[in-house]
Nanobody
Framework: QVHLVESGGGLVQPGGSLRLSCAASASGKIFSIDVMGWYRQAPGKERELVAT???????NYAVSLKGRFTISRDNAKNTVYLQMNSLKSEDTAVYFC?????????WGQGTQVTVSS
């Protein structure tokens, strides 16, 4: 069973930056994961894609976020990162780490990002 643990959320002023991290682990097993990514859910809205990245480094972004957000990963650590720059109030949301393992979606617990002055 794969577990995802996010970190790095918090309160930031408009125009600021944050870096989220998500580490994948599986008890007692060596494993590799192909695709990992980030989704977000704002209050009263549906969960939406932010970005995904494959083990080989291919990326996919929400069109509206490309250019401000950058996804990357460290395969050796099974960790994915999300660098968020020029943050806006509308980026306020809970950010969820995601991966796909053996035909199932696996989600992290989420980390709150609040953009406010």
């Amino acid at each position: 069973q794969v577990h995802l643990v996010e970190s790095g959320g918090g309160l930031v002023q408009p125009g600021g930056s944050l870096r989220l991290s998500c580490a994948a682990s599986a008890s007692g097993k060596i494993f590799s994961i192909d695709v990992m990514g980030w989704y977000r859910q704002a209050p009263g809205k549906e969960r939406e894609l932010v970005a995904t990245i494959t083990r080989g480094g291919s990326t996919n972004y929400a069109v509206s976020l490309k250019g401000r957000f950058t996804i990357s990963r460290d395969n050796a650590k099974n960790t994915v990162y999300l660098q968020m720059n020029s943050l806006k109030s509308e980026d306020t949301a809970v950010y969820f780490c995601w991966t796909w393992v053996l035909g199932n979606s696996v989600w992290g617990q989420g980390t709150q990002v609040t953009v406010s002055s």
